[in-house]
């Protein structure tokens, strides 16, 4: 009778667990889906064929000195698929399968260097496309609440993971509008929160145009900032 009544009560506590968390899976989809909405897109389309921009970024010392300034022309292509970013007497350049890696107009046969710059690519494409690329499959969500980001904005929180990935992102939404106003990764245990300061409104949609990268402690008693972004939008092509 001990064993059947251990066995009911497993069963009982796994059933609890699964539909807890195919509630919050549910949660998560649907904020995800309000801000794509809020931010102009369709939930399961991007009408947009190509789009081009001007990333600046300024990194800054451990006092918030600025040391470093990086421009890069970034494109994003839907139909054929293509990412590419443009700095300097670099080109890199990917079609999701093949990478290229150009200085100086020669084409490099380096693997690390491919390697390298297939997951900058990804990087920027992952980056740009929120929070488009969270309804990409093999996204594992987790909505985990409602609270308050040491900027004093009400978020909804969404814990994202990824099964082949060694990072763990979350990202805020903002309870309001449903824009996406923060994102938070944890990359080898280093914490970095990124707030969207101001948005590039546009008939395309609403693009992140401004934001600040902070080193976080894990309690967040402290912000360091290490880096600000800035997105000028070039050209959109539908």
Known sequence: MKIRFEIKLFLIISIIFINKIKSQNKK???????????????????????????????????????????KQSITHQFDPFMTQIISNNKLLKTNGINTEVIINGILLNDLKRSENAKSILDGAYYVFWQPMKLKDPGTILKYLGEEFLPNKKKVHVINVSYANGKDTWK??????????????????????????????????????????????TENRSKLILQASYVYDIIEVVN
């Open 28 to 70: 998560a989809i649907e904020i995800i889906e309000k801000s794509l909405i809020a931010h102009g897109f369709e939930p399961n389309a991007i009408k947009i064929k190509k789009i081009k921009y001007l990333k600046t970024t300024i990194s800054y010392d451990n006092i918030g000195q600025p040391n470093k300034e990086i």
């Open 171 to 216: 990202f805020y939404f903002d309870t309001s509008t449903f824009l996406l106003i923060a994102t938070e990764v944890n990359h080898n245990n280093k914490i970095s929160l990124i707030y969207t300061s101001d948005f590039n409104i546009t008939k395309h949609g609403i693009f992140h145009h401004k934001r600040e990268s902070y080193n976080v």
